[in-house]
């Protein structure tokens, strides 16, 4: 493998080139800020030891109506647990201002759009929203972050659910029809953060057609075999880094 220094320039000539790219991330991408992957093995095996069950049971409506406490107490404990942008998200932001690159997400941390970044695709939704079970209003994070065991719809008193999507719901299907035409028409595809593991946000990368895909995680993937580049090391610095090579390559021809 090429040395650091080297793919990092390489990363920067592809975004560069790229009118049309896009940034696939995943937890991967949050873990810089502090935010923990609920996903992975050992924050499961917490969660089971913390809450007497695993998130995969707890984040379910059938959940959230049987135990609505417990649910809201983990929501709240792993989904608002403080955070800030890290560079990643930044530099993802610069590169989105640039013309160069949108955004493409699994996470609900909202980051990417606190760090500057507009064209964002939230697959899995949204902390910032939530929506009212009974009059189907939706309010945004605060209305959540309250003393309350459990929150209630300030117009109706009914029950809020969060706007993550939940194990026994389906994504939006708009969304993920935008997602792959974004995919389609890409061409430069930066996997970042993510092991590809969830479904079907994993399947959307078969919709890319071209050859710039770079892969950028701490652990393989199944794309690293098809990658033009390979990263292992953290996502902020391989993006912060190819950014500030970018900027030394000379302003884009539309400025």
């Known amino acids: 493998m090429e040395d650091f220094k080297t793919r990092v320039a390489r990363l920067a000539a592809m975004l560069k080139k790229a009118n049309n790219g896009v940034l696939m991330t995943g937890a991967g991408f949050s873990t810089e800020s502090g935010l923990g992957d609920f996903r992975s093995p050992g924050a499961a095996e917490a969660a089971a ?123 939006d299907e708009g969304v993920l029809r935008t997602a792959k035409a974004r995919m389609f028409s890409a061409d430069l595809l930066i996997v970042a953060g993510t092991s590809l593991s969830v479904y079907p946000a994993a399947d959307l990368p078969q919709y890319y057609p071209g050859r710039n895909l770079v892969v950028i995680n701490r652990t393989p993937t199944p794309l690293d075999g098809d990658a033009a580049l390979l990263f292992r090391e953290d996502t902020g610095k391989v993006l912060s880094a190819a950014l500030e090579v970018y900027k030394t390559l000379g302003r884009p021809a539309w400025m």
């Open 49 to 171: 030891r913390t809450y007497g069950y695993p998130p995969e049971r707890i984040l379910t409506r059938d959940f959230a109506d049987r135990l609505p406490e417990l649910f809201w107490r983990y929501y709240r404990e792993v989904f608002l647990a403080p955070a800030e942008p890290n560079p990643g998200h930044f530099a993802a932001a610069a590169l989105e201002k640039e013309r160069r690159l949108s955004v493409v997400t699994q996470n609900c941390d909202g980051l990417h759009q606190r760090a500057g970044s507009v064209r964002v695709l939230e697959l899995h939704g949204s902390i910032r929203e939530n929506r009212c079970a009974d009059c189907a209003k939706y309010f945004p994070e605060e209305v959540v972050r309250t003393d309350a065991p459990v929150p209630r719809c300030p117009a109706c008193g009914g029950t809020l659910l969060p706007g993550i999507v939940l194990y026994d719901d389906p994504l």
